[in-house]
């Protein structure tokens, strides 16, 4: 079945410094990824759509220039946390629709495993 | 805007009974509704995807129905089990933002054995 691969699994931080966080599609394209941040005993909340070969969609009240979004590919989606703060400790989700040949989503929505960032 | 609420937001049983999970959506213009898994520090695991045109959809021990015009969705899960226990979500995906999806505040389940 489509797989959604996540790295890293977890990481630790200094405050200040920047963390990248992959999210690749193994075995299915997929022209837009969603990012996710979830806080502790709370729920998903978007955090915004990555779009191959163009400019990410940002939800409401997420800052675009702290959190980098790269879709550089058909397969790969990136976000950079920069400048990273105690504050932005969470846990990252990342999904992608199947879109391989139809290019309407037609499947599940498949999710990474997820990134635990801690920032000290 | 879309408000997804899963009641109860935790839940306890013993093992071998059934479970009976809530979701409800305030705008019933949704396109499919999916219920997930996630076990603690993990990501999501998709159980059940039910289109808006559909009513239910069943694997294995795994029921999930769907009452569009009211807003609601069950999810069954019969004969509980210990590795049942995890967080159990629901996310409506809206007809108008592509493949976006709403999530409720999950229901967070022990099986106790």
């Known amino acids: 079945g489509a797989v959604v691969s996540q790295h890293p699994s977890w990481v630790i931080c200094k405050s200040g410094t920047s963390v990248k966080i992959e999210c690749r599609s193994l075995?299915?394209?997929?022209?837009?990824m969603f990012w996710y941040r979830q806080f502790p005993k709370q729920s998903l909340m978007l955090m915004a759509t990555s779009n191959e070969g163009s400019k990410a969609t940002y939800e409401q009240g997420v800052e675009k220039d702290k959190f980098l979004i790269n879709h550089a590919s058909l397969t790969l989606s990136t976000l950079t946390v920069t400048s990273a703060h105690p504050e932005d400790s969470s846990f990252y989700i990342c999904s992608a629709p199947n879109t391989t040949g139809t290019g309407l989503s037609i499947s599940p929505l498949h999710f990474g495993n997820g990134t635990r960032l801690t920032v000290t | 805007k879309q408000e997804v609420t899963q009641i109860p937001a935790a839940l306890s049983v013993p093992e071998g009974e059934n479970l009976v999970l809530n979701c409800s959506f305030t705008d019933s213009a949704i396109y499919n509704l999916q219920w997930f898994r996630q076990d603690p520090g993990k990501g999501l695991t998709s159980l059940l995807l039910?289109?808006?045109?559909?009513r239910e959809q069943t694997s294995g021990r795994l029921n999930a129905s769907l009452d569009k015009s009211s807003g609601r969705s069950t999810l069954y899960i019969a004969a509980s089990q210990p590795g049942d226990s995890a967080t159990y979500l629901c996310a409506v995906r809206p007809q108008a933002a592509g493949n976006k999806l709403t999530f409720g505040g999950g229901t967070r389940v022990l099986v106790k054995p």
């Open positions: 039910i289109q808006s045109s559909q």
């Open positions: 075995d299915f394209q997929a022209t837009t």
